[in-house]
């Protein structure tokens, strides 16, 4: 849960977004996912299938959060910020965090919907609280399992919702941390899958 853990501190403590652990020894190697690239404001990464519409002015952390991470065991695909995560502010920094896990570093985990074992563990562990436990959900045609949590800090209430899809050996997580239930959802809709390239 190294990738995933850190998706869920990032907006607290951005110097350690992605320290990772040492990779296990006994995961298997499984060929490194595209990382996709952005271009007119627009996440693409054709191989999963996914493509993700940052909001204007957002910022893009995703080099800074790959770090020196073993990428055949987990890697981030997209962490971009609603305002630089380094810079204190008094609200939430709204964020996405697009990241990837070696299956085999799960072997419970069969389903997207068993993902969240060690999912929900992280999340509750940085205090947030569960809202909505594990449910199927649909973006366009895609299916997807989602879970909803939140947390008080101060006066204020962080909320994140996590997606999640199996794929290429990996599970596939994607991360939603707003100031409010509807921005999530804003967030969320700005979420897109097209079909992945045949197979030759």
């Not at 595209?34 to 007119?40: E, F, Q, R, W």
């Not at 890697?75 to 990241?99: D, M, R, T, W, Y």
């Not at 800090?153 to 997606?163: C, R």
Request: overall charge negative; proline content about 5%.
């Amino acid at each position: 849960m190294r990738i995933l853990a850190v998706a869920i501190i990032c907006l607290s403590s951005f110097s350690l977004l992605f320290a990772q652990e040492s990779p296990n020894p006994s995961s298997k190697q499984l060929r490194t996912l595209a990382a996709g690239s952005i271009t007119d404001n627009a996440y693409r990464n054709p191989e999963l299938g996914i493509n993700y519409k940052i909001l204007l002015g957002w910022v893009d952390r995703t080099d800074q959060s790959t770090g020196e991470s073993d990428s055949s065991n987990g890697q981030v695909l997209l962490a971009v910020f609603e305002h630089p995560p380094e810079v204190k502010g008094e609200g939430i920094n709204s964020a996405v965090i697009i990241a990837a896990e070696n299956l085999s570093a799960y072997p419970g985990v069969k389903t997207a919907a068993d993902y969240f074992d060690p999912l929900n563990e992280a999340t509750t562990s940085q205090g947030f609280k569960v809202v909505n436990e594990p449910y199927a959900t649909n973006v366009g045609t895609k299916s997807l399992v989602r879970s909803d949590f939140s947390k008080e800090i101060g006066k204020l209430t962080m909320y994140q919702s996590s997606l999640v899809m199996l794929s290429k050996g990996y599970a596939i997580s994607f991360t939603f941390i707003c100031s409010s239930e509807d921005e999530v959802e804003h967030l969320i809709s700005q979420l897109s899958f097209t079909a992945p390239p045949a197979k030759h």
